[in-house]
């Protein structure tokens, strides 16, 4: 077997094993994300779909770490549309995909300032490349900031 052949093979083996574990994570972070939409009122609650920060791996990995806070966000956003309660979700891709986050915020009784104000992110941005094809423009606005010297990218429900 040539070099390039087992680099191809322990390629397809790893991408094989990292679907696998990107799809448990899912599973779980659905779960997590179906439990707390219920609830009477959130006060910047969030969950994060990369807790150990293998998306960093490779840019296939951080996609698949995105993809599932789109995801993510999509159900939530739908799960609480059902709802009286006025809330905000929003994600934020970092460049550490371990900061990777899920978030919804409502009037709370700590009386947290809501609407969250997004005073430092630049909305209406074009996505990099790797988050294009992620991202339905049509029903998803993208913001820049930056967090830690590294862009960070904020990605929330259009209207």
């Known amino acids: 077997m040539t070099d390039s052949m087992a680099q191809q093979s322990m390629d397809r083996r790893y991408r094989k ?60 956003d739908e799960a ?13 891709l970092c460049a550490d995909t371990a900061y990777d986050s899920v978030y919804v915020h409502s009037p709370n009784p700590y009386d947290t300032a809501f609407p969250y104000v997004f005073l430092d992110i630049r909305w209406g941005q074009v996505a990099p490349e790797w988050l294009l094809g992620i991202v339905p423009a049509e029903r998803y606005e993208v913001g820049v900031g930056v967090r830690e010297d590294q862009p960070c990218y904020f990605i929330r429900p259009r209207g």
């Open 80 to 92: 609480l549309s059902q709802r009286e309660l006025e809330t905000q979700c929003w994600v934020m």
């Open 17 to 76: 094993k990292m679907d696998a574990y990107w799809s448990r994570e899912e599973r779980k972070a659905v779960s997590t994300v179906e439990n707390a939409a219920g609830s009477a009122w959130f006060n910047y609650w969030h969950t994060h779909p990369d807790w150990s920060g293998k998306g960093n791996r490779s840019i296939e990995d951080r996609v698949s770490v995105a993809r599932i806070s789109i995801r993510l966000l999509g159900l939530l």
